[in-house]
Nanobody, 122 residues
Framework: QVQLVESGGGLVQPGGSLSLSCAAS????????MGWYRQAPGKQRELVAK???????DYTDSVKGRFIISRVNASNTVYLQMRSLKPEDTAVYYC????????????????WGQGTQVTVSS
């Protein structure tokens, strides 16, 4: 089995910073793209940022210049550094990972973390 465990959410004032981390563990041969999504109340889940195993990144327009995604392949961990946070960044943040597991002929499985709440409010 594979697990993604997130940490780092919380309450922060507008303009503040917060960092999230997500560690994958279990039966893993290789991890391709890792990413962060978020879902605000009453809205659909949206991509925030993603990063390939080679380090190529992509961000949704609303977070460009404020958020940085990074990963450490040796520890199967992805990070999201968030700064200049705005109330509209308030959401449950989910990490995901596209994982190749041993014994499945290279099939890629997408796994999700449990979600961590980020609240930006004064």
């Amino acid at each position: 089995q594979v697990q993604l465990v997130e940490s780092g959410g919380g309450l922060v004032q507008p303009g503040g910073s917060l960092s999230l981390s997500c560690a994958a563990s279990g039966s893993i041969l290789r991890i391709n793209t890792m990413g962060w999504y978020r879902q605000a109340p009453g809205k659909q889940r949206e991509l925030v940022a993603k990063i390939t195993s080679a380090g190529s990144t992509d961000y949704t327009d609303s977070v460009k210049g404020r958020f940085i995604i990074s990963r450490v392949n040796a520890s199967n961990t992805v990070y999201l550094q968030m700064r200049s946070l705005k109330p509209e960044d308030t959401a449950v943040y989910y990490c995901n990972a596209d994982i190749v597991r041993p014994g499945y002929d290279g099939a890629v499985f997408r796994y999700w973390g449990q979600g961590t709440q980020v609240t930006v409010s004064s």
